[in-house]
Structures are given as C-alpha cells and as structure tokens.
C-alpha cells in the first residue's frame, strides 16, 4: 500500500490519513510519501496524527516504511526519530530541536508527570519568571481527556513545538479513539451534529460521567487556559470546533476521522509573572 501525502493543509491531512486507514489490509505493507511537501508546513498536529496512523498500521502487523529522500520524510525519521517508537518500541525519544518535545506516546500512569516536565523545560529554559501552572494544567487536562473519553486502547500521542520567536507553544493531543462527538451522543441519546456534540463537551460542568472522579472541568479548562491570540482546534468524528480569540466557529466535515485531534497555541509571553514571596523578620 502506498500512502502518498499531497498536502500540509490541517483538515487536508487528517482527510488523507482518513482515506488511508480504510485501505489498510492486515499484514502488508505500507509506504508512507511525502513528495513536494515541505517541512516548514509541518506542525505538531501532523507528526501527532501521522504517529497514530503508523501506531494502527503496526498494530495490523502491517510494515511500515518511509521515503526519508524527500523533505517532509527526512523530518519524520532523523528530527522527530520515528523508527525508534516502533522498531525500538520507545514511548518518547528526543528530537534533534531542542525546542520540540517530541512525540510521547500518551500513557496513563505519565500523564500527570508528563505535563509537568515540559512546564519545567520551558521553565528552565525560556521563561524563568513565569508562573507556566497553566501549561502543565492544561496538558494535564489533555492527557486525562483521552483516558477519560476516547478507549483509544494505547493509540495517542502527543507532540509539542516552541516557537520562540513568536513566544507560543503549539501543541497536538491525537488519539484513535471513538471521539468525542461519539461520545457526547452516546451518553445524551440525542441525534446533534458531531461539531455541536464537541462544543457540548467544552462546556464546564460537562461530563459524559466515564470516571468516577471526572468533574466535567478537563476540556472548559483548556479553553480558558488560552488567551488573546491563541486557538484552540478540535476534530473529533464527522465534527470540528473553532475557538480563536472569542470567536466560535463549527463545522461539519466531509469525511470520518475516527477518533479526536486536540491542537492549541499558547502564548507564554503574556503569562503572569510568578509571586515572590519575601521573607520578614519579626
């Protein structure tokens, strides 16, 4: 099977990776292309749905391989070291960038623990003063949606870019999953469209009630999490939901995804800076 991938455009590629997980077939081969595409249109929300991909391709016992001569696969195997999570079996291996956190293969028991080591890196790294509470809480946030929501059965990733000239974290939170818009519909028995189903769940106070300890606060805090200028995208089934600034956008898409693609920008720039306590002498 050849898997040739014609554009960067975000709903273009998931549309793409769609079409491609239909024609799968169970223990052949796969080869992934990229030609004329360049890799300065690729995002976190790409390498995330593209690991996802590779992840269901694997598990059909199908062999995947990439043409690294072009722009795009070279990316893939050397920046972001692809071959490492399947022929290595490896949950997180670090990029040639020091500015990327790299694919990790979202796993419960790290989930929390995941969120604050990147709050730590750019802490330590770009913004020393920083109260970046909220980046951990909102990965965090992520992280736990998918287990909360998805039965995704071990098939997300997550990935992570710094663009530090612009001062924003771009992340992509992707799992295989039954979606959410599925989700929402299942536990309100009602026939909304999948877009109006993923605003549902943005909702604070929402729950479809998966875990005992779910509040309903998971995705409502992400959003708030999100200041003047950042976005927040979620593709989840048939569905897509917009927030940019406070402007709301929902739309009905074309084709399936099959599972949910969480991408949002962070502007860390405008961040409080953290208190300092002083200490006083009596």
């Given at each position: 099977?050849?898997?040739?991938?014609?554009?960067?455009?975000?709903?273009?590629?998931?549309?793409?990776?769609?079409?491609?997980?239909?024609?799968?077939?169970?223990?052949?081969?796969?080869?992934?292309?990229?030609?004329?595409?360049?890799?300065?249109?690729?995002?976190?929300?790409?390498?995330?749905?593209?690991?996802c991909?590779?992840?269901?391709?694997?598990?059909?016992?199908?062999?995947?391989?990439?043409?690294?001569?072009?722009?795009?696969?070279?990316?893939?195997?050397?920046?972001?070291?692809?071959?490492?999570?399947?022929?290595?079996?490896?949950?997180?291996?670090?990029?040639?960038?020091?500015?990327?956190?790299?694919?990790?293969?979202?796993?419960?028991?790290?989930?929390?623990?995941?969120?604050?080591?990147?709050?730590?890196?750019?802490?330590?790294?770009?913004?020393?003063?920083?109260?970046?509470?909220?980046?951990?809480?909102s990965?965090?946030?992520?992280?736990?949606?998918?287990?909360?929501?998805?039965?995704?059965?071990?098939?997300?990733?997550?990935?992570?870019?710094?663009?530090?000239?612009?001062g924003?974290?771009?992340?992509?939170?992707?799992?295989?999953?039954?979606?959410?818009?599925?989700?929402?519909?299942?536990?309100?028995?009602?026939?909304?469209?999948?877009?109006?189903?993923?605003?549902?769940?943005?909702?604070?106070?929402?729950?479809v009630?998966?875990?005992?300890?779910?509040?309903?606060?998971?995705?409502?805090?992400?959003?708030?999490?999100?200041?003047?200028?950042?976005?927040?995208?979620?593709?989840?089934?048939?569905?897509?939901?917009?927030?940019?600034?406070?402007?709301?956008?929902?739309?009905?898409?074309?084709?399936?995804?099959?599972?949910?693609?969480?991408?949002?920008?962070?502007?860390?720039?405008h961040?409080?800076?953290?208190?300092?306590?002083?200490?006083?002498?009596?």
């Amino acid at each position: 099977m050849l898997c040739a991938f014609y554009s960067t455009d975000r709903l273009e590629w998931l549309k793409q990776i769609a079409k491609y997980r239909q024609m799968a077939i169970p223990g052949e081969e796969c080869i992934l292309r990229f030609d004329n595409l360049k890799a300065d249109g690729i995002s976190p929300e790409h390498v995330a749905s593209l690991a996802c991909f590779v992840e269901e391709l694997d598990n059909l016992d199908i062999v995947v391989s990439i043409d690294d001569d072009s722009e795009v696969g070279g990316l893939m195997c050397k920046a972001y070291n692809f071959p490492a999570y399947w022929r290595e079996g490896k949950n997180y291996s670090a990029s040639s960038d020091d500015k990327i956190q790299n694919l990790w293969r979202i796993k419960d028991e790290e989930k929390e623990v995941n969120g604050e080591r990147v709050a730590n890196f750019l802490k330590n790294r770009y913004f020393k003063k920083k109260d970046l509470t909220a980046v951990r809480e909102s990965l965090t946030e992520a992280y736990y949606n998918v287990f909360d929501h998805a039965d995704a059965k071990g098939n997300a990733f997550s990935m992570l870019i710094f663009n530090e000239p612009q001062g924003v974290l771009n992340v992509a939170v992707c799992d295989f999953g039954i979606g959410i818009a599925r989700s929402v519909k299942d536990f309100l028995g009602t026939n909304i469209s999948d877009s109006e189903a993923i605003k549902k769940a943005m909702e604070s106070n929402f729950t479809v009630g998966s875990k005992s300890y779910n509040s309903g606060q998971g995705l409502s805090n992400i959003r708030r999490c999100c200041t003047d200028g950042d976005k927040l995208w979620i593709v989840a089934n048939r569905g897509l939901f917009i927030i940019n600034d406070s402007n709301e956008e929902l739309r009905e898409l074309d084709f399936d995804f099959n599972g949910t693609l969480l991408f949002y920008s962070l502007s860390l720039d405008h961040f409080d800076d953290e208190e300092i306590l002083e200490d006083f002498n009596w």
